[in-house]
């Protein structure tokens, strides 16, 4: 049955400890167990090959990151462990000669900057015709090398009065000047100076070397060192990119062998047994049994304990209702004692989306959409959502017909639509009281829901309130009846009986706190009237939308054009183009908000209203102990 | 002109809606942040947020209800 859980049992497994890796595997090829840690003797240990993968793990996971590898390769079939250790240890190596390297590319990195630095303090000298002998041998004559800071006339200006010899050297875009001066004059010639230029020091070169040739020399090493640093790093670079794949690879297979290894810590032991504890579905307990029998040469025993405590959850829907199982995972998963609320979400939510939304052009657009996105996805959760759609779209072209409405107008082409409930003028007090009803028909299911499964437990006080809380429900009903439509019921006694009997009851069965309690209910009741108020601002949204004169500039291009005004005709062209881009745009918009709107306050009402009347979840997932 | 309890009667439905509005706004805004917060340290819990964005809009909802009965006491109701 849809709404039961799938029954679990809980399998103990009790082995020798020679037989435990085959156990394991034994239990990764069986694909269904959620294991638990078993609290029997001692803490088991991880199994002996742990340690080795681990290392190379490690050492995997480092490469990656240096490398700048983040890739996560496709599942595959797992490969045999020594293969895939064996070959980490081949990467190993490989990696090993790059660090080589990479010790080689500090050595260049840091020749290089020194080249640099060499080179930065020649080049002002690069043209100057003087030998660097002459600034070590002159005797008599002070030699200064400046680089000038302002123009040249001002630095000749200041040293005019000085008995003085000048050379002006120009050199990658900057003038310098070689100046010979007496030895008495030194002072007074770096006064001077000093105000337009800058000192240079004399780079030490080798005897009989020329400024130029030495700067040849270092620019030809320079570049000499960068193409075998391009070629260190390309070698670096090509291999991070032809083994990415190859390194993700034996990672991500080796991390499945480590999960297998340390699989045993969550075992218990004694000197000679391995205990090994986890939940399986009902059917599938025979299966386990005989699998792990047939590993150990019926050598452990399997056994089924009567207990549910703890026991993860597995849904169990057909394929029409499975796709909106997410909605319930994502409220939280139903606990042991709960029924599955996924088939209920599944007739309540399209009805609900489909009477917020209702239009049978949106409807229609919804399911092409559902339809198209249904092809693309695969599976997974697009998959699900797209099938909801498919559904709350079918709903929304039903309810559609109801409001008599297509793309916010009331009729398709020229063909009128007849609404059952207008949602504008008088059919919106109607629209009001059917939203009402959906909540009072919503809530009461989901109490008498909650009455059953609290009667199923034995809870039967809490049973009789939930039944309480319906007829308080009814009461309600009827009070608005009363208000809205008297000539259908109007007999205030019989709703002040009906609600004093329900606050007796609340009150007798579950205390003071249901009593305080009632004005939730009320609250609850008037949060479906979002149905209506978000089903009338979809309404106006569309009308808005439709204003927008593209009809007119049409009929005004067609006019100009059968009076052959064809200057008429090319002037309406453009606005016509401009009003059917904005009028598709705006439906895009409404049609985008509707979805969205239509879908979180649906959800919301299910949440928040109708959960809250029967449902707790807290369910544990159930992660079967698989290979990726 | 407009004779002052039709004014009244247009204030009164205008102020249902505002309240209601203010409050939701009021209301997303403190969920918006501590949703910020929490989406930055789990993954995966946009979902989740977009839901509880949701949950305060019920207070404009119904006032946008109470705004559309004062404005029905006066006979133009209706969406067209």
Redesign the interface.
Known sequence: MVLKLEPMTKARVVCMQADTPRVVDALYDFGTIHMTRSRQGTPGTPLQEFREISEELIFLRSTEKALGIRLTPEAGALEPRERLLAESKKVRKEIEELKHDEERLAEYRARMAQLKAQIDELKPFENLSVSPATFSQAKTLSLHYFELKSNRKEFEKDLAKLPVETLFVQGAGREYALVAAGNAKKALLLEKASKHAVELAVPKLAENESFAGALAGLTGELGEIERDTAKLSGRQAAYSSKNASRIARLRCQLEEYGKKAELPNRFGRTQALEIIEGWVTSRKFKELERKILEVTGNKATVEAHATKKNAPTVLKNPPLVRRFEFMVK?FSLPNQAEYDPTLFISITFPIIFGMIFGDIGYGLLTMALASFLYLKAQKGFWRHLAGMMLLSGFFTTVWGFVFGEFMGVEDIFGYELHAIIH???????IL?VAALLVGVIHLGFGLAVGAYTNWRHGHKSHAYAKMSWIVLEAAFLLAGINLFAPYIFNSPTVIVALVLASVVALYKFEGVPAVVEIPGLLSNL??Y??I???G??G??LA?IVNRIPLKSSLESILAAAAAGDFAGVAIGILPAIFFGVVLLLGHAVALGLGLFEAG??S??LH??EFFSKFYHGGGIPFVPLREK | MVDISTAGVALGAAGALAAGALATAWAQSTIGAAAMGMMAEKDGKE??V??YL??P??MV??G??VA?LII?SLGG????
């Open positions: 994502f949602r504008s003028g008088p059919g919106v007090p009001m008037l949060s009237l979002r209506m108020a978000l009338l601002s309404v106006i009308q979180i306050q959800l919301r949440y928040v | 979902g989740q977009l839901l949701a949950l809009e019920t909802i119904l946008f209800v559309f029905s109701a209706g969406a067209k």
